[in-house]
């Protein structure tokens, strides 16, 4: 059967290491932004996406509430809307959408700032009955009627993005090989020999991509979601709560194995009580997990109402703890013994590849112009504007000599800095720095160097 390459016609690769440009125009910072604009239009489009499907969710829930209030108010008078907002202001819920944003409102208080702005354009009917509730009901509709609108747009943009980036085709979405095998089975009037068990195989074109390679040696990153966890003093159980319900994505096994790791390099480092609060955390994520769906709530339920419960985490917390520093304590006083031999990470070139860092100023500034690419002019401002603060706040959690290393430009300061760090953190500084688009170079190597 004749293969079809069609599917290949969109493909987008960000090493177009073919392409021609102007014999004035240097051809790696061409090739080089080329890969920057493909991953960061790529980043943009799912920022977007999750913010319509984000949006959509909070209208979809509110939007019932509003109807229900409005219908009520119809049939019954004013007095209907009049006791949601007493309600709402004496009795709010404090359920919210998970957006992860650190001042997302409470759909309770959604609603009552909406009531209030309708409150605001019906209050002067007061003293007419009939004229207050038909302008309630007027506004109410209103709002119904500008959200459901507001949620087919929403569907029209979430179809565009998806469209889009159905056209590109990328290392996520490529699969090679053929999704199964068939083997025709021929009768034959010979008597049957014992049958040896087959096996399935897989036929790829490329048959080293079918067997991605995993480093045993790779270590879970600390978000920041993990390092606000770490931050939580002993026993405050409702501040971590709290963390967690901004980012559902903290119940995993890797935010305990995080954290521990991080435990470790506190230790190595001799700092005990931040190593305890790590393995604090690390351990009630760990707990919470063991518990099932609403383990959350069933521990701290058992924390805050058994003692004897919360002496075994607590025994728990200081036993791991007490094992982790002494273990970090071994691995140090080995480091320091063979100082001659310290394993480095170091950034290096190849070639006349230059290294270069580019630092942000500050945070994003509070009004973005998209001038320039008419598709970077498609992009919502909001997530530009995301995406640079993002940036910024990766730059602010290095520490001071860090940032004065990379403010000075210089690689040799950059790595005697990487030198002093453990192999770990080291790492993990240089995955930050490609992750916030600090580090720039046309190809990017990392190499362990032993001095």
Same mark, same amino acid.
């Given at each position: 059967?004749?293969?079809?390459?069609?599917?290949?016609?969109?493909?987008?690769?960000?090493?177009?290491?073919?392409?021609?440009?102007?014999?004035?125009?240097?051809?790696?910072?061409?090739?080089?932004?080329?890969?920057?604009?493909?991953?960061?239009?790529?980043?943009?489009?799912?920022?977007?996406?999750?913010?319509?499907?984000?949006?959509?969710?909070?209208?979809?829930?509110?939007?019932?509430?509003?109807?229900?209030?409005?219908?009520?108010?119809?049939?019954?008078?004013?007095?209907?809307?009049?006791?949601?907002?007493?309600?709402?202001?004496?009795?709010?819920?404090?359920?919210?959408?998970?957006?992860?944003?650190?001042?997302?409102?409470?759909?309770?208080?959604?609603?009552?700032?909406?009531?209030?702005?309708?409150?605001?354009?019906?209050?002067?009917?007061?003293?007419?009955?009939?004229?207050?509730?038909?302008?309630?009901?007027?506004?109410?509709?209103?709002?119904?009627?500008?959200?459901?609108?507001?949620?087919?747009?929403?569907?029209?943009?979430?179809?565009?993005?998806?469209?889009?980036?159905?056209?590109?085709?990328?290392?996520?979405?490529?699969?090679?090989?053929?999704?199964?095998?068939?083997?025709?089975?021929?009768?034959?009037?010979?008597?049957?020999?014992?049958?040896?068990?087959?096996?399935?195989?897989?036929?790829?074109?490329?048959?080293?991509?079918?067997?991605?390679?995993?480093?045993?040696?790779?270590?879970?990153?600390?978000?920041?979601?993990?390092?606000?966890?770490?931050?939580?003093?002993?026993?405050?159980?409702?501040?971590?709560?709290?963390?967690?319900?901004?980012?559902?994505?903290?119940?995993?096994?890797?935010?305990?194995?995080?954290?521990?790791?991080?435990?470790?390099?506190?230790?190595?480092?001799?700092?005990?009580?931040?190593? /305890?609060?790590? *393995? +604090? #955390?690390? $351990?009630?994520? @760990?707990?919470?997990? =063991?518990?099932?769906?609403?383990?959350?709530? %069933?521990?701290?339920?058992?924390?805050?109402?058994?003692?004897?419960?919360?002496?075994?985490?607590?025994?728990?917390?200081?036993?791991?703890?007490?094992?982790?520093?002494?273990?970090?304590?071994?691995?140090?006083?080995?480091?320091?013994?063979?100082?001659?031999?310290?394993?480095?990470?170091?950034?290096?070139?190849?070639?006349?590849?230059?290294?270069?860092?580019?630092?942000?100023?500050?945070?994003?500034?509070?009004?973005?112009?998209?001038?320039?690419?008419?598709?970077?002019?498609?992009?919502?401002?909001?997530?530009?504007?995301?995406?640079?603060?993002?940036?910024?706040?990766?730059?602010?959690?290095?520490?001071?000599?860090?940032?004065?290393?990379?403010?000075?430009?210089? /690689?040799?300061? *950059? +790595? #005697?800095? $990487?030198?002093? @760090?453990?192999?770990? =953190?080291?790492?993990?500084?240089?995955?930050? %720095?490609?992750?916030?688009?600090?580090?720039?170079?046309?190809?990017?190597?990392?190499?362990?160097?032993?001095?």
């Amino acid at each position: 059967m004749p293969l079809n390459y069609d599917k290949w016609a969109n493909l987008e690769l960000s090493d177009d290491s073919d392409i021609e440009v102007h014999p004035n125009v240097d051809k790696k910072s061409f090739i080089k932004w080329k890969q920057q604009d493909i991953h960061q239009k790529r980043e943009a489009r799912k920022a977007q996406l999750v913010k319509l499907n984000h949006e959509l969710e909070i209208n979809s829930t509110l939007l019932p509430r509003v109807t229900k209030i409005r219908k009520g108010v119809d049939q019954s008078g004013p007095e209907v809307f009049s006791g949601e907002v007493a309600r709402l202001g004496s009795q709010p819920s404090n359920e919210k959408p998970n957006t992860g944003a650190d001042n997302q409102p409470t759909y309770d208080e959604m609603m009552q700032n909406l009531f209030i702005q309708i409150w605001e354009k019906a209050r002067e009917h007061l003293d007419n009955k009939d004229l207050l509730s038909k302008t309630l009901v007027e506004e109410l509709q209103k709002t119904e009627d500008k959200v459901t609108a507001r949620n087919e747009d929403i569907k029209k943009e979430i179809s565009v993005i998806e469209e889009e980036e159905s056209q590109k085709i990328t290392s996520e979405g490529i699969r090679t090989g053929f999704d199964s095998s068939h083997v025709n089975k021929i009768t034959d009037t010979k008597p049957q020999q014992p049958q040896k068990e087959t096996e399935k195989s897989i036929e790829v074109l490329n048959p080293g991509a079918s067997k991605p390679k995993k480093d045993d040696d790779d270590l879970p990153d600390l978000t920041t979601s993990m390092k606000r966890l770490a931050e939580v003093p002993l026993r405050q159980y409702r501040g971590m709560v709290d963390i967690i319900s901004h980012d559902k994505a903290l119940l995993a096994d890797e935010t305990t194995d995080a954290l521990f790791v991080e435990a470790f390099n506190a230790g190595m480092e001799n700092k005990a009580d931040y190593a /305890l609060k790590c *393995v +604090n #955390a690390g $351990l009630f994520v @760990q707990y919470c997990n =063991k518990l099932g769906r609403d383990g959350v709530s %069933l521990f701290i339920q058992r924390l805050t109402q058994s003692k004897e419960a919360e002496t075994v985490f607590l025994k728990d917390v200081n036993d791991t703890h007490a094992r982790i520093m002494e273990r970090s304590k071994v691995l140090a006083s080995q480091q320091s013994s063979n100082e001659g031999e310290k394993e480095q990470i170091q950034l290096m070139t190849e070639g006349d590849t230059e290294i270069t860092f580019d630092v942000p100023e500050g945070p994003a500034p509070e009004k973005i112009v998209l001038e320039g690419d008419a598709k970077l002019q498609q992009l919502d401002p909001e997530v530009v504007k995301e995406w640079l603060n993002q940036r910024w706040e990766i730059f602010e959690s290095f520490d001071n000599d860090f940032q004065m290393a990379l403010k000075s430009g210089k /690689l040799d300061i *950059v +790595n #005697a800095y $990487l030198g002093n @760090q453990p192999v770990s =953190k080291a790492e993990k500084i240089v995955q930050d %720095l490609d992750r916030a688009g600090i580090l720039n170079f046309s190809s990017t190597e990392i190499r362990d160097e032993t001095k």
